[in-house]
């Protein structure tokens, strides 16, 4: 039992590239999300997922991508980074209301 | 929109003293969750404690404790005998109905405890 992976777990773009971090779990959870977090502060939601087929936008949605079309995987995509974008990147998964969220370790992104 | 609130940026204790991280929470859900996460300078997110709204009994939990009053909407965190281990950032969090029940940050506590 992995828990909830993330890759890459350190990634360098310039501005204007495209890519995609990758979010997996298995452990059957329905809720899935996105947060970054910038330096000294906390965790802010990018975007989540209540189930396969159905995504929504959290706080800081713009720049970013999602898609669920299982329930194991939540990628999300940067379509064109911005410096604004270099962050800690977190991927969480969860069985639904009230219950604790489980946290990848992490993609820290820095961009050029 | 939610908004929490650790007043507390940085705290500094001399280990087995007892500390208490301080979280007030502004939400329009009448019913709800409040988590407690702790970071360690390692990075990862490890979960603490969990209480629902509708339920206001303190607890204990080993070395740790916590206060919710739900008047006031607060829901601080005590740790007891502290040790240098537990130098981390803590974070208070509550889920918003309103986000897919997903959490809202605060901005973390930074604790230090020196031998």
């Known amino acids: 039992n992995a828990g909830v992976t993330q890759t890459p777990k350190f990634q360098v773009l310039k501005t204007g590239q495209s890519m995609t971090l990758q979010c997996a779990q298995d452990m059957n959870h329905e809720y899935m999300s996105w947060y970054r977090q910038d330096p000294g502060m906390g965790l802010r939601l990018i975007h989540y997922?209540?189930?396969?087929?159905?995504?929504d936008q959290g706080e800081v949605p713009n720049g970013y991508n999602v898609s669920r079309s299982t329930t194991e995987d939540f990628p999300l995509r940067l379509l064109s980074a911005a410096p604004s974008q270099t962050s800690v990147y977190f991927c969480a998964s969860s069985a639904g209301l009230g219950n604790e969220q489980f946290f990848g370790p992490g993609t820290r992104l820095t961009v050029l | 929109a939610q908004k929490v609130t650790q007043a507390q940026t940085e705290i500094s204790v001399v280990e087995k003293e007892d500390v208490t991280l301080d979280c007030v929470y502004e939400?329009?859900?009448?019913?709800?969750?409040l988590f407690w996460y702790k970071q360690p300078p390692s990075g990862e997110l490890v979960f603490l404690i969990r209480r629902n709204s509708f339920d206001e009994q303190n607890e204990i939990s080993g070395r740790y404790s916590w206060n919710f009053q739900k008047s006031t909407s607060s829901f601080n965190f005590t740790i007891t005998a502290s040790q240098v281990v537990d130098s981390a950032v803590y974070f208070c969090a509550p889920n918003n109905y309103n986000a897919g029940n997903m959490l809202t940050f605060g901005g973390g506590t930074r604790l230090m405890v020196k031998p």
């Open positions: 997922s209540v189930g396969a087929g159905i995504t």
């Open positions: 939400t329009r859900d009448t019913t709800y969750y």
